[in-house]
């Protein structure tokens, strides 16, 4: 019996996609790839809402992000990362080992920020360069909404950096008009491919940035990618020829069902396991609704039950996956992850399943 995946990435991957990812290599210095990734390129300029071209580098999610550091930051620049759980820390943490100077706004797990803290920061210490923040944070399920803080940079020389790794598709997003001068997105998210491949889109003025950068860098150099891209519409380093090919299909699969529809599902389908989890007696992590995201479900599991044992079980007997809690969260929360193909009726099966082990997980 397969793996149904309720875990925010990787997802369950769509027959049709993963006949795809079987099929035979093309070569990707040749014509056919040439057309391949200038119509994969278009898909994902609608997918990030975009006029500029959207660079495709094969990595997980983590190199996407060192490379936003490295291409667009010198040592010693002063950032401020907005940190609302475990992947917001992960950019504190690139951004140092590259020698930056961060400024940290962090936010106890389960909130988002707070803009006026963000703009006295930027009062105070007019010399940050560039803020980083998480689209979506999967550690809590929370959205931290990314128009405001395009307000705050769109006329400066600030950049805006978004790591929509797991937030995009599902969550609106609008690249140009918010304001955002570089995200970054992954194929084993919302895309519903496998791992393998990471989405950078760049603004002009981050365009500039890159020019004036001085950290050391060479498989991450977005020139390279727009060079080969620009005057080849290939990519500096062989790709994971597969991975692309299945995204073509992907992508055409999202933009033909509309961005729109496929957000609103998501939708239905988290309000769905809202209140399945709450009749089980499971209370939902993130108490104000307009910063729920439709990536994943937090919740907190009852006090006399064990979470870790909870996923263990169900994973064990009946081959549903779902993730536990982060961190200080671990063994007390689920976060059932919603980004792949998954219907209400799986949903009620997963609740029928943990109604089942529950006697069992008994501390
Ligand atoms: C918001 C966010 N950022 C970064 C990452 C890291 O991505 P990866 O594990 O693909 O390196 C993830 C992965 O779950 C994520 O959800």
Redesign the pocket.
Known sequence: MNKVLFT??PTNVPEEIRHVLGQDLIHHRMADYHKLLKEVNEDLKCIFDTKNDVLILTS????S?ESTVVNLFSTNDEVLVINTGW?GE?FIEICKVYGLKVHELSYEWGNTYNIKEIEKMLEDYPSIKGIFV?Y???ATGVVNHLEPLGRLTKQTDRLLIA?C??GMVVQDFHFDEWGVDCAVA?S?KGFLLP?GLSFVALSDKAKVALEHSNIPKYYWDYRKYLNYFNNKSEQPFTPAISIVLALQVALKQLLNKGLTKVIEDKQFIRKYAEEKFKDLGFTLFIEDESIRGNVLVPVIVPDEIDGSKLTALIDERYNFTVAGGMNQYAGKMLRIGIIGEITNKEIDLLIEYIQEVLPECKK
């Open positions: 925010p990435g997980s999610g983590t190199g992000m992947f992960r998480t979506h944070e999967t790591d790794i797991s992954s084993q791992p």
